[in-house]
């Protein structure tokens, strides 16, 4: 697991869509002939026109800036998600890496290696503006907004569509854990079941 700081100017947040951007007009090629692409998708966009919702999880705001199943993404998937104060993600895993670039706000990262038959205690690390997280294949871990302002990070994970394993706590068997696949962002589009890699 990795936290670091990222330097920027106070323009990060134009800087992470700048480099999203350019991600995009690299990948723009894959994006023809997706299970459920976008007629007429630019090489460039304007994010804050890209669709956001919760999902039904209340202090959440979720943008797949660039996806698997949305945008025929092949080897990366790139969202941007804000969380209000208090807000949180389940506990869960997932057989892809994540990193994480906090743009705004602060929060706390949970990160229990998964090593024993369930994912135990987990360590805590405090994430804040311009620092990075990375998760490890497989780790469990959760991430709060333990702050007083909105915590907002560009996630990026490997090896998409994201196959999301949740636990009711810490203490909860690996065996026990229940896969969510398609994720909730991906469920109007994913077209055909694909096996679990876990």
Known sequence: M??????????????????????????SETTLGAPCPINGLPIVRNISDLPQDNYGRPGLS?????????????????????????SETPIHR?????????????????????HGSSPGKPIEFPI????????PINDAHQVKNTGHEDLQALVIISRPPIKVFTYDDWFMPHTAARLKFPYYWDEQCVQESQKDEL
């Open 2 to 27: 990795m936290v670091s700081s990222v330097g920027y100017s106070s323009s990060s947040p134009i800087a992470a869509v700048f480099s999203v951007a350019l991600l995009l007009f690299y990948f």
């Open 62 to 86: 979720h943008m797949t800036v660039a996806g698997s199943v949305l945008h025929g993404m092949k080897e990366v998937e790139i969202w941007l998600q804000t969380f209000a104060p208090g």
């Open 94 to 114: 997932h057989s892809c890496e994540e990193v994480f670039i906090v743009l705004k706000g602060s929060g706390t990262l949970y990160l229990a290696e998964t």
């Open 128 to 135: 804040f503006a311009n620092s990075t997280v990375h998760i």
